[in-house]
């Protein structure tokens, strides 16, 4: 997918760095913009609500990051994460100003990759131990003049969340029994039911042999998401594969991935991608012919 943003026109200090996304290979996770920032002492003070999710890594440095009125001190070495509608505070220390990297993004499973990355309101600051998270964030920064930026900055994007995943998963493994066990065999009927209308918290449910309510606990708890937006957001990923590798209708591609009303799926696409089918399609193409 392509989106379309402006440049910056401005000369940008030498000590501040950044560039805009403008392709997207995947609707999953889509880069916003990234950067890096060598910070002066006399920073101001960053106060505001994001509408996307961010990961800023120091590099060197301290600062101070504030989120629902609780202040977290950042070291070099440490991840810290913003998430959407969340107004939070931050600034450098101005004995010892930060220096970081960032990536902004959003997208279909951005919150359920943040999510298993075990970063959430109440607990957005994390030391990695890693230097595959540094690297990343480091040769992100290197593709600012390749004509295929969008598809590296996505697979570092990838890449970062895979291996703090994996790095936290080590430190606090998730049984594959209990509660776990549970969404893990969740997931994997919603996958192989994706395209069934009749998919349902109930249907699941009774397959798990589990009562509903227990289970959208469960499932909001582990999966960071409701049941509802999940199947949804799982439904239109589908569709805009649908979209990028087939000539197939919309009412085709509806039934696809379990709408049985083409409108309906039409109304859910636009609210989710903020395009229709039909730009989305287009948008597509145009990219490809460049």
Same mark, same amino acid.
């Given at each position: 997918?392509?989106?379309?943003?402006?440049?910056?026109?401005?000369?940008?200090?030498?000590?501040?760095?950044?560039?805009?996304?403008?392709?997207?290979?995947?609707?999953?996770?889509?880069?916003?913009?990234?950067?890096?920032?060598?910070?002066?002492?006399?920073?101001?003070?960053?106060?505001?609500?994001?509408?996307?999710?961010?990961?800023?890594?120091?590099?060197?440095?301290?600062?101070?990051?504030?989120?629902?009125?609780?202040?977290?001190?950042?070291?070099?070495?440490?991840?810290?994460?913003?998430?959407?509608?969340?107004?939070?505070?931050?600034?450098?220390?101005?004995?010892?100003?930060?220096?970081?990297?960032?990536?902004?993004?959003?997208?279909?499973?951005?919150?359920?990759?943040?999510?298993?990355?075990?970063?959430?309101?109440?607990?957005?600051?994390?030391?990695?131990?890693?230097?595959?998270?540094?690297?990343?964030?480091?040769?992100?920064?290197?593709?600012?003049?390749?004509?295929?930026?969008?598809?590296?900055?996505?697979?570092?994007?990838?890449?970062? #969340?895979?291996?703090?995943?994996?790095?936290?998963?080590?430190?606090?493994?998730?049984?594959?029994?209990?509660?776990?066990?549970?969404?893990?065999?969740? #997931?994997?009927?919603?996958?192989?039911?994706?395209?069934?209308?009749?998919?349902?918290?109930?249907? #699941?449910?009774?397959?798990?042999?589990?009562?509903?309510?227990?289970?959208?606990?469960?499932?909001?708890?582990?999966?960071?998401?409701?049941?509802?937006?999940?199947?949804?957001?799982?439904?239109?990923?589908?569709?805009?594969?649908?979209?990028?590798?087939?000539?197939?209708?919309?009412?085709?591609?509806?039934? #696809?991935?379990?709408?049985?009303?083409?409108?309906?799926?039409?109304?859910?696409?636009?609210?989710?991608?903020?395009?229709?089918?039909?730009?989305?399609?287009?948008?597509?193409?145009?990219?490809?012919?460049?």
């Amino acid at each position: 997918m392509r989106r379309y943003r402006k440049q910056p026109t401005e000369a940008l200090p030498e000590n501040f760095f950044y560039y805009y996304v403008t392709d997207s290979e995947t609707p999953d996770i889509i880069v916003l913009e990234c950067g890096k920032e060598k910070c002066l002492p006399d920073k101001e003070v960053l106060s505001r609500c994001y509408n996307y999710y961010a990961l800023h890594c120091v590099h060197s440095g301290k600062g101070y990051y504030t989120l629902r009125n609780r202040t977290y001190p950042v070291t070099a070495g440490q991840i810290f994460c913003f998430f959407p509608g969340e107004h939070i505070v931050y600034y450098p220390d101005k004995d010892d100003p930060w220096e970081y990297s960032w990536v902004n993004f959003i997208g279909v499973n951005a919150k359920t990759l943040v999510t298993r990355a075990q970063f959430s309101v109440s607990s957005p600051v994390y030391a990695y131990q890693s230097p595959e998270i540094h690297a990343a964030f480091s040769r992100m920064m290197t593709k600012h003049s390749s004509a295929e930026r969008g598809l590296f900055s996505t697979a570092y994007t990838y890449e970062i #969340l895979a291996c703090l995943i994996d790095e936290r998963q080590k430190e606090k493994p998730v049984s594959i029994h209990g509660t776990a066990g549970y969404v893990t065999e969740a #997931l994997a009927y919603i996958n192989q039911h994706l395209s069934d209308p009749e998919l349902s918290l109930k249907t #699941l449910a009774s397959s798990l042999n589990i009562s509903e309510s227990y289970l959208s606990r469960l499932f909001k708890a582990e999966v960071g998401t409701a049941f509802v937006k999940y199947v949804q957001r799982a439904r239109i990923s589908k569709a805009c594969y649908y979209l990028e590798h087939t000539d197939y209708l919309n009412k085709e591609i509806a039934f #696809l991935v379990g709408f049985s009303d083409p409108l309906y799926f039409s109304s859910n696409f636009r609210r989710i991608t903020g395009l229709s089918t039909y730009e989305y399609r287009q948008i597509h193409l145009s990219s490809e012919k460049k």
